[in-house]
């Protein structure tokens, strides 16, 4: 389960982003928790959402051309600290109640134009810190589980401070945490970055051609439009949740903080289970399993009333958003060529968090006309269907995907033919 840990630069990596993903979420939970407090509305809800991701939609594109161009380890040092003195900006603000909802939209926009160079670099330089691919899902996963630990513990402790205090004291310990990440980052021994120091087309010839493989290749294809229909139709349940744990709930910070944490557990519990996974050859059949499990949880939550019972329908769906999630960014981060690697994870990351925002604004104005239960229902519906969409191409998706695994070493020609034949026999059992 841990075998990525034995490269130096991977548990340097792994220390620091784990204490400061837990600054983010405890970030991402305040942020949630202050627009409540401020208007008491689920359009700002949205509003607010749209803000810090709409610049990834915007700009990951073009910035996976430059990831791929530039050293992606300064690149990542510097959207770090960055996104440090932003925070240090927003609990200065907070603090001192100069705050209002304009200006945290504001603040919400400036943080999603870090995170649209942040997050394609952060993906993509995971790999060069991994020598051998076949450790490649086991890092993938470790790092989810760090993602969701931090998940689970971030909305906890930010429960806690907001009702001991104020939001600004959330927003000064995120900003504290990130020192951790960038003197892990500075401490480590890392190669130039494949497209470091090489002249290259024109950045309108690179968008081209990453569009032209990830659009003509089927995989890649089904994989980013699955994910972009969870993404746009079922994550935006998260913003909506303060309205669900003070209107529906009849809660306050701490079922808040209790939600979020149930699906955070959730999502832990999935990334352990896949990282515990001795191959990630299945992966590609899990991505549909996953997301079909994340739009039943979805269901089941929103036609809940009782605490108890909607904790549950939480974890379950963290553990379909997860390891969907995973699967998917492993499958991608295996197939795809280095020099590529940048685009392809910008078009990934366009799907599955530059397409939130939008949802954030359907959900805000579709909940002020048919409620927020309905509105978390209808998408956990949508989100079921485009499971069954890609169930059906499965067979296709895996005999495109089988040959590159075979030239990786990942999994050999015996191995298949094995597995096909033990396919045919159970069709036979079953006649």
């Known amino acids: 389960m841990l075998r990525a840990f034995k490269y130096r630069n991977y548990r340097l990596f792994f220390g620091g982003q784990v204490i400061s993903l837990i600054g983010t979420w405890i970030t991402t ?227 808040f903080g209790l939600l979020m944490t149930a699906s955070g557990l959730g999502a832990l519990l999935g990334a352990l289970w896949l990282a515990g996974r001795p191959s990630m050859v299945s992966f590609g059949r899990l991505i549909p399993i996953a997301a079909g499990l994340f739009g039943i949880g979805l269901m089941a939550f929103a036609a809940s009333r009782y605490l108890w019972l909607s904790l549950i329908c939480m974890v379950v769906v963290g553990f379909g958003i997860m390891v969907q999630a995973a699967c998917s960014n492993t499958v991608l981060q295996t197939i795809v060529p280095d020099e590529k690697r940048g685009r392809v994870m910008s078009f990934f990351l366009m799907a599955y968090l530059g397409t939130a925002p939008f949802g954030s604004l359907i959900a805000g104005a579709l909940s002020g006309r048919i409620g927020v239960p309905w509105t978390i229902a209808v998408g956990g519906g949508c989100c079921s269907v485009g499971a069954l969409w890609f169930a059906g191409g499965l067979k296709s998706f895996q005999r495109t995907i089988r040959p590159i695994y075979i030239d990786l070493g990942l999994v050999t020609e015996t191995q298949v033919a094995e597995a096909e034949m033990a396919a045919l026999a159970l069709i036979e059992d079953d006649e």
Not at 105 to 119: C, E, R, Y
Not at 229 to 238: F, K, M, R, W
Request: hydrophobic content about 55%; overall charge neutral; glycine content about 8%.
């Open 29 to 255: 939970t305040a942020t949630s928790w202050l627009v409540y407090r401020l208007t008491g509305n689920a359009w700002y809800l949205g509003v607010v959402g749209f803000a810090s991701q709409f610049p990834a939609f915007l700009l990951s594109s073009a910035a996976g051309i430059y990831v791929d161009r530039w050293n992606r380890h300064r690149l990542l040092v510097t959207t770090q600290s960055l996104s440090m003195l932003i925070s240090f900006l927003l609990a200065g603000l907070t603090l001192s109640n100069l705050i209002t909802i304009h200006v945290l939209i504001a603040i919400s926009v400036l943080q999603g134009l870090v995170n649209a160079f942040d997050m394609p670099c952060r993906q993509a330089f995971v790999v060069s810190v991994i020598e051998d691919k076949a450790d490649l899902g086991n890092a993938i996963a470790l790092n989810s589980s760090m993602f969701n630990g931090a998940r689970l513990v971030g909305p906890s402790v930010a429960a806690a401070v907001i009702a001991a205090t104020n939001e600004g004291w959330c927003f000064l310990i995120d900003g504290i945490s990130f020192f951790a990440v960038i003197v892990a980052l500075l401490n480590m021994r890392v190669d130039a970055s494949p497209g470091a120091g090489r002249r290259h087309p024109s950045a309108w010839q690179q968008f081209r051609e990453g569009w032209a493989y990830v659009f003509g290749f089927g995989p890649i294809r089904s994989i980013i439009a699955l994910l972009a229909i969870v993404s746009l139709l079922g994550v935006p349940y998260t913003v909506l949740m303060p309205i669900f744990a003070g209107d529906v709930l009849h809660g306050g910070p701490q079922t």
